[in-house]
């Protein structure tokens, strides 16, 4: 039998020698803190039990409380608990077309749901965060803590957002990077897809270093304006108003590493549908090993002793009559 937290108990103790001393020795000290009336409505009116015994019933209690309090348990040692899931990167598109409003409120902050969303259907798998535009960078690195990852991904703003063309290059040669000892390589790209041109090379990298892709594409076929920063629509050379239309060459690119794509829509099945696609081609893998203590709780005990003398040492039992 040991303690949780035996500093407590020790704490604990000196105050409650000194109430007990307070109590049995220093009666007209409380009677000085407490008005008589007061005393009155408190003291338990009972021929059944002797104040010395409601008393000691009263010190047992709290005594109890304060054990309980401590948190007896049998420590049965540490126990191996092995953590299986995938591990994947996931990416989010921050380029300049990401402002455009054909999915409420615009096509970031659906995006940044989204990812949230795939978190969420992710609980036990490890992840990393990046963010891609012209170039791409790091958001957080492999992780299986998803509260501290959707706080990241909350945090993306239009302020991340970048009006340079994108390049799908950059964002396969980080990934090659960061997936080069998982296996197997997982890539999940959320992005409203990108031109043949802009994916020049993305395919190869990604054929080289045997990762595969599965997309979230974010968008409509109808399209909407391009905005800059202060929510002003672009204009292409020719002075037309610049749109930018979902493109689903990227989810073919998916589908050719041996991945998937969803278009995402309102609602988790979409998620849903890809995850499953996910874990139907790769199962889980053991990402690692934790220790935990393997204890037996005794608080309980103690506890219910500690009321029921109380419950006792408060009630007024009369006496049987002869």
């Known amino acids: 039998m040991s303690f949780v937290h035996p500093h407590f108990f020790w704490i604990m103790l000196i105050p409650f020698v000194l109430f007990v001393f307070l109590v049995l020795s220093n009666k007209e000290k409380v009677a000085r803190v407490f008005d008589e009336k007061v005393l009155e409505r408190l003291r338990v009116d009972s021929d059944a039990l002797p104040t010395k015994v409601r008393h000691l019933m009263v010190f047992v209690a709290i005594f109890f409380m304060i054990l309980a309090l401590s948190r007896p348990v049998i420590d049965k040692g540490d126990k191996i608990v092995s953590i299986q899931g995938l591990s994947l990167m996931a990416s989010i598109d921050i380029s300049g077309s990401m402002r455009s409003k054909d999915i409420y409120p615009n096509r970031l902050e659906f995006a940044k749901q989204k990812l949230i969303g795939l978190l969420k259907q992710m609980p036990t798998d490890e992840v990393g965060l990046t963010a891609f535009a012209h170039i791409s960078f790091m958001l957080a690195p492999f992780t299986s803590d998803k509260s501290t990852l959707i706080q990241i ?40 897809g990108g031109d043949k041109k802009a994916l020049e090379g993305f395919a190869d990298i990604l054929k080289e270093h045997k990762i595969t892709l599965y997309a979230i594409l974010v968008g409509t076929e109808r399209g909407a304006p391009v905005l800059d920063s202060q929510g002003k629509k672009l204009k292409t050379r020719d002075g037309s108003i610049a ?48 220790k935990i203590k393997e204890r037996v709780e005794f608080f309980v005990y103690p506890l219910m002793l500690s009321v029921l003398l109380l419950l006792i040492g408060f009630s007024s039992l009369p006496r049987k009559r002869k």
Do not use: W
């Open 243 to 290: 749109i930018t239309q979902i493109n689903k060459n990227l989810g073919e690119i998916a589908e050719q590493s041996g991945g998937a794509f969803v278009v995402a829509s309102h609602g988790n099945d979409d998620i849903k549908k890809l995850t499953s696609k996910m874990r139907a081609k790769f199962h889980d893998k053991k990402q690692g090993d934790i």
């Open 153 to 192: 991904v909350e945090g993306v703003d239009e302020s991340y957002i970048n009006m340079a063309s994108t390049d799908f290059t950059a964002l396969g040669s980080l990934a090659a990077k960061m997936l080069e000892k998982k296996k197997p390589k997982i890539l999940v790209v959320i992005s409203d």
